[in-house]
């Protein structure tokens, strides 16, 4: 079972749609989750991060954690198609909060 | 304010040949996180360096070496290279008190092995 578990995708929303990206993780004792946008041959940057069950909201972006059942998604509203990249799904272990494990990223294609 | 650079931005090599890849942190950081990032995967930690020495290492066998200069950039060497290291690596600089919550990624460098 790998650490960090994406769907790879591509997941298509329509312009001005709600698009919604999952992550399971393996690790009980994972303390921080973070998601990252990554356009295609660019750097990882970050969007947001999570480390207490329930929703963060963030403009457009929310991120929600269930630590229970080892999930975390991020909901991006009014999708444009500038949002239209690579979202990478980043945890930190229970301690050690000097790595990130990265899932392999859901590529979201926003059609206009 | 200057953020990561990295060089150079691509290079192609041939199998067999070592190769030296160059991070210079954002300012005021002082740790550096290599990633390597092989095509349709997410990043994979390699190692990172604080205070000029190695502090943790990932998955990756000894061929992957690093070094950090009292300047707090640092160099990620790759020997005895094989097809399989093409990929995008990446540096993430960050303050050590910060971890990965300050992490400040690089835009890459993208190896070739032909």
């Known amino acids: 079972q790998k650490e960090v578990e994406q769907n790879s995708g591509p997941l298509s929303v329509p312009e001005g749609a709600i698009a919604s990206l999952n992550c399971t993780y393996s690790?009980?004792?994972?303390?921080?989750f973070f998601w990252y946008r990554q356009y295609s041959g660019k750097s990882p940057e970050l969007i947001m991060f999570i480390y207490s069950n329930g929703d963060k909201e963030d403009g457009r972006f929310t991120a929600q954690l269930n630590k229970a059942s080892q999930y975390v998604s991020l909901l991006i509203r009014d999708s444009q198609p500038s949002d239209s990249a690579t979202y990478l799904c980043a945890v930190n272990g229970a301690g050690n909060t000097d790595k990130l494990i990265f899932g392999t990223g859901t590529r979201l294609q926003v059609f206009p | 304010d200057a953020g990561v650079t990295q060089s150079p931005t691509h290079l192609i090599k041939t199998r067999g040949q070592q190769v030296t890849l160059r991070c210079s942190p954002k300012?005021?950081?002082?740790?550096v996180s290599w990633y390597q990032q092989a095509l349709g995967q997410g990043p994979q930690f390699i190692f990172q360096?604080?205070?000029?020495?190695?502090?943790q290492r990932g998955n990756f066998p000894d061929r992957f070496s690093g070094h950090q200069f009292p300047n707090y950039s640092s160099e990620l060497n790759v020997n005895a290279l094989l097809l399989g290291d093409s990929a995008l690596y990446l540096c993430a600089s960050s303050f050590r008190g910060s971890g990965v919550y300050g992490y400040t990624f690089g835009s890459g460098t993208r190896l070739t092995v032909v």
């Open positions: 300012s005021g950081h002082d740790t």
């Open positions: 690790d009980r004792g994972s303390q921080s």
């Open positions: 360096y604080y205070e000029e020495e190695e502090r």
